[in-house]
């Protein structure tokens, strides 16, 4: 696997910190009326984990129809996770899967969007950087208990955020799960235009329950077989059709299909199954491992935003975007997830400005540094608020540079009020004044 970090001690969390001890937490809920509310204390502890802050991301979600095996799936990624890859990772024939919780019969479980509490910290193979790997499961899509609408949105959403995708079909892949994307190709298309980028990275339609392997193998050379078959233009097809295709394939840099063979009986009939990998048939374990593997290799896939790589710093204001806009009555439109992003996109900036600035300034004239003369305090805030504006710059922007301008000012006057606290602070530091106006105190106390 792409070298797991040995896990060190993790500081003070209100989750649990043990590997291996986390917990799905939510982090988009749905409410009784429809309503999308993006839970930011829940979000936030994950992404300021002590082991992730300011490290890139790379967040695989799995999402689909409700019922389909999602969160089955996402416990063998985290029994990979948790055991760092090694060969043996699948586990002994008599443990019961665990962690997201899936289960048998016809109700629907999960709701909204979950995450699991404890980044994995991996290691990417080329150039050995830190990353935090989040795992996202979603709400059931398409049962009777959610509006088309919710369920597009859960969707849409977890495809946004994510930089791995996984759809989860069940037996087949059909034209209305290419006809779900046509949102993204919509968007792909109007990012692409504003910046070149392709905007997505990866997007893998996981068949579940593959019933033809002799017709297309199980795993990705049957599913690349039955992509390209699927994918295929001919002057027959509908216009719209043929575009959504050439457009997929434009707005993801990898595209690609995988087929799962049936898991056995036992796993979806038995009501005793509790994910032991004596009761799963051979074929599934095998394709299950090579599936998850091909997740972490050869490479970790970050996300990128505007073809840059992320972090979870930035992670949280693209979430707090796409809720926003998620949150109408209507699906937005293109457009309007152009703009999100383009806005996310400056928000983002201008939290590393202000995170570099703080940083700095903490050094220079934090809680434990001593007192200052106002004038190098002054001149290193000139130089530090320099070096805050070129990193709010570098970072490539869409929407144009009047809408940046308006985060830029943002930035600057922020920064303003925290140089304003920050005066005030070393002054309170100024023993010389203090006890100058002692001394004169005493001096007039004695007169
Ligand atoms: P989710 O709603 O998509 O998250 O589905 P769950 O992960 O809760 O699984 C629902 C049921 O499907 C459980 O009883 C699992 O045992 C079963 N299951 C898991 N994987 C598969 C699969 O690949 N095929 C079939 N037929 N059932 C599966
Ligand atoms: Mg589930």
Known sequence: MSGRIPTEEIMNTSFSSTPGTGQPIQIIDITEDHKFKLNE??????????????????????????????????DFF?????????EDWLGADDEPLTGFHWKGGSERDTTGILMWSEPFILRRNDTKEEIAVLLMDTQGAFDSQSTVKDCATV????????????????????????????LFTEYGKIALEDSHETPFQRLTFLIRDWSFPYEYSYGYEGG???????????????Q?????????????????CYLMPHPGLRVCTSPEFDGKLKDIELDFKNYVKKFVEAQFQPNLTVKQINGREITTLELFEYFRAYCRIFEADELPEPKSMLLATAEANNLAAKAIAKEFYMNAMEQHCGGDRPYMHPHHLQASNVQIMEEAIKKFDLVPKMGGESLSLK???????????????????NDSKNIFAFSRTATSLIAVMVL
């Open 240 to 256: 719209e059709l043929t575009e959504l295709r050439i457009n997929l394939k434009k707005c993801f840099n990898t595209l690609n």
């Open 78 to 86: 985290l029994r990979y996770l948790n055991r760092n890859g090694r």
């Open 224 to 238: 690349q077989a039955l992509l390209d078959k699927r994918f295929q233009i001919n002057s027959k097809q509908h």
């Open 155 to 182: 969707f849409a959403l977890s495809l946004m955020i994510s930089s791995i995708h996984v759809y989860n079909i069940t037996q087949n892949l059909q034209e209305d799960d290419l006809q779900h994307l046509h």
């Open 41 to 74: 204390n829940n979000l936030q502890q994950i992404l300021s984990h002590p082991k992730a802050r300011l490290k890139k991301v790379s967040i695989i979600s799995v999402a689909g129809a409700f019922r389909k095996g999602k969160s089955f799936l996402l």
């Open 407 to 425: 985060y830029l000012d943002e930035l600057k006057s922020e920064m303003n009020d925290l140089y304003e606290s920050y005066v005030k602070h």
